[in-house]
């Protein structure tokens, strides 16, 4: 009411300038009224859907931390919140004092930040952290209480820094190339909390513990019952010891001793070895094999056992970059000794040998025979090709696996001559071509009667005729046979004939008989001294 009357006064009074002024002072008002409804509505809506919790926290007198996190099903944090520590000596924290205080960066959904604090007194602390603006629950959250004790962050004493392990060095030697001595921690000692020095003590005569240290390293964390091996190179001949500490704390001397080591480094120069002097040569003679020989000369060393040859072949030119056809080991010879192997060569061409040993301690370079040409066309006969592999003679092709000789066709394993066909393995068979009765059984096996005379030779008094062969025993004629109940006519008398008179017979048939006779016998003869002879 007062602004209006203030307004109607000044228009009545013709006062505008105070009337402009109230209304300026109306429309601030108005503004201010407004800027206030956007905030509290803003407050009302700006909550960024966020929601932070604590996951974790613990610590010890070293450090205490709490792990806050914003949670899976929250939206990102659209902006930083404030966090403190609280603590208090008794009682609860949040009855207690700020001692720290800081800032939770935005955290997306799910993710987590942890907080730290390096606590100064025994008690007990807590961590807080505030909510989103707008949050719709109580705004702040609290982590779980950690109690810290200093007292477990005190120094200890020197006297209770020992670990509990023992050293001691349980062997120890070595030799010019190298020394060396084992250290263990011993099996009812604690393992090793850390690591210790060693030393290497040198002297050339004398106590090394008077020496000088030449050497020096660490000997690693060992459990129980664990060693360890300590090396050196000696460089100079004497005596040397290994040194070593024992752990902080350790109630006894705190170091340890190992036992002297003499050293003669005279041992270790090398001895140069002896080696063969060897003299190698390859010959061929005679279209034979190749012959490799080898000598070690008698005022020479030993050659060991590894040495190998290799034989080369060229078809020209230089063999030493030819093709490796033979090789194999050599066995160990002797001062003054030699040894020969050969090999068959297939090819004509340029040969060579090569003698060598590698690995060991006797390695030698390669030995290389002269160089030697060998020309398998000059071990051929042009005169006789006869081939090894296949000996047959195109002059006399007789055949070593089937000897029937086409001029001389006897089979040795049926030696039946065309010509004389008498069987030597059966050479009772004299019958003549020409003459086929055999003078054994002179019978013709077709028809053993003679067409000229035709009485039987085994009853000369039964005078069959091949015109009527009836039988007189049996006079029954097949094609007139007799009637048993009627008696037969009597036979027919048969004309006699008489047998031939000496002087009468053709005399070839006895020279023949003969000359078969003479024949068989000499057969026989051959037959029975063969037999003897193969006796």
Known sequence: MSLVLILFMSQMLGMPQLANAAGSSSQDETVVVEDSKEKNSQKETGWDKSSLEFISSGGSCTQITATIKNGNDSRPMDGTVSYKVYFSEKGNPKDGTVVAAGTVPALGTGNSHKLTYTPTQSGTYMFWAEQREGHPGQGELWSDGITVDMADCKEPDPEDEWDKSSLKFISNGGSCEQISAIVRNGADSRPM?????????YIENGN???GTVVHSGEIPAL?????HTLTYTPEKSGVYMFWA?????HPGQGELWSGAIEVDLAECEEVEPEYPNLSIALSYEDCEALTATIKNDEESGDMLA?????IYWAASGSATQGTVVDSGPIEPLAAGGSTQFTYTPTESGEYILKVYQTGGTQEFDPIWSSQLTVDLTACEDP???????DPVDPEDPVDPEDPVDPEDPVDPEDPVD???PVDPEDPVDPVDPEDPVDPEDPEDPEDPVDPEDPVDPEDPEDPVDPEDPVDPEDPTDPENPVNPNKPADPPAKVPTKRLPKTGETDPALYYTTGLLFIISGAFLWVKSRRRRLDM
């Open 193 to 201: 909390a850390g690591a210790v020095s060693y030393k290497v003590y």
């Open 208 to 210: 090394p513990k008077n």
């Open 223 to 227: 459990g129980s019952g664990e060693s």
């Open 245 to 249: 500490e024992q752990r902080e704390g």
């Open 306 to 310: 590894g040495a190998v040859y290799e």
């Open 383 to 389: 005169e006789d090709p006869v081939d090894p592999e």
């Open 418 to 420: 065309p010509e004389d």
